[in-house]
């Protein structure tokens, strides 16, 4: 999947990301129109000096953006 945006210029830009990591919430049965992407993915992060890796879940919607992690 392509994630199409605006970057820090205003240029247009694309990032690939990975099928895996996408849920498509559609707005019908024939899978034409997309309502929503869910994307989960995982991250490493340091708390103090210790690594660890943590979920990030995030919803697009047109309507919104909520960015989950734990």
Request: with cysteine.
């Amino acid at each position: 999947m392509a994630h199409v945006y605006y970057n820090e210029q205003g240029l247009l830009s694309f990032k690939k990301i990975p099928s895996e990591e996408i849920i498509a919430l559609w707005k019908d049965a024939a899978h034409t129109i997309l309502d929503a992407v869910i994307r989960a993915y995982d991250i490493e992060v340091y708390e103090g000096k210790a690594k660890k890796t943590i979920t990030k879940v995030v919803l697009e919607h047109s309507r919104c953006k909520v960015i989950a992690k734990g």
